[in-house]
């Protein structure tokens, strides 16, 4: 069974960079694309952006001048970086994998979540 | 940039009804690209359709999905206790993209 697990500080200080990594186990990090999701209290889901494991990245515009993701094959994990943070970016954060399956792709295996607040 | 948008906001029913959910993407897409998901407070979201109508391995089949283009629509036949909780819409492709969600309440 694949799981996900998010690491990484609970807590940021305003202008301070994010650093989130996902540790996959059960399963290869190979040949899949890993996505970073997060939703705001209250608020719904937004996509951070994904990495495949060659280490192609693809951003969502809103955030991409703040973005950095990487991965470690040897370790089967996956990292988020995101600079000069906000009160704004305080929100659950959770990794998932994207699958391709015969009709579709979604992202059928997620971590718990974890929790960023960005304060002072 | 496509754009998801979900209605009703807020369905409020009793259990044993039906619960119909409407995805609308703001330019044609292949249903290859579109999932549903559900969210219950304090859990990761959970997979439900992928492909617009294939289930997830272990989801009971009162959920369903159906649509093409631009319309897709999440059917839940009759309301179990524990499908209380919001649904996301969901598009793969160049970029993923949620739809700001449904929550399906007791009423």
């Known amino acids: 069974q694949v799981q996900l697990q998010e690491s990484g500080p609970g807590l940021v200080k305003p202008s301070e960079t994010l650093s989130l990594t996902c540790t996959v186990s059960?399963?290869?990090?190979?040949?899949?694309?890993w996505s970073w999701i997060r939703q705001p209290a209250g608020e719904g889901l937004e996509c951070i952006g994904r990495?495949?494991?060659?280490?192609?990245?693809n951003y969502n515009p809103s955030l991409k001048s703040r973005v950095t993701m990487s991965l470690d094959t040897s370790k089967n994990q996956f990292s988020l970086k995101l600079s000069s943070v906000t009160a704004a970016d305080t929100a659950m954060y959770y990794c998932?994998?994207?699958?391709?399956?015969?009709?579709?792709?979604?992202?059928?295996?997620w971590g718990q979540g974890i929790l960023v607040t960005v304060s002072s | 940039e496509i754009v998801l948008t979900q209605s009703p906001g807020t369905l409020s029913l009793s259990p044993g009804e039906r619960a119909t959910l409407s995805c609308r993407t703001s330019?044609?897409?292949?249903?290859?690209?579109i999932a549903w998901y559900q969210k219950k407070p304090g859990q990761a979201p959970t997979l439900l359709i992928y492909?617009?109508?294939s289930r997830a391995i272990g989801i009971p089949d009162r959920f369903s999905g159906s649509g093409s283009g631009t319309d897709f629509t999440l059917t839940i036949s009759r309301l179990e206790p524990e499908d209380f909780a919001v649904y996301y819409c969901?598009?793969?492709?160049?970029?993923?993209?949620f739809g700001p969600g449904t929550t399906v309440d007791i009423k």
């Open positions: 492909g617009a109508s």
């Open positions: 990495i495949y494991t060659s280490g192609s990245t």
């Open positions: 969901q598009k793969y492709g160049n970029s993923i993209t």
């Open positions: 998932a994998r994207a699958s391709f399956m015969v009709g579709g792709v979604a992202l059928d295996y």
């Open positions: 330019q044609s897409i292949s249903s290859s690209y």
């Open positions: 059960g399963g290869s990090i190979n040949s899949y694309f």
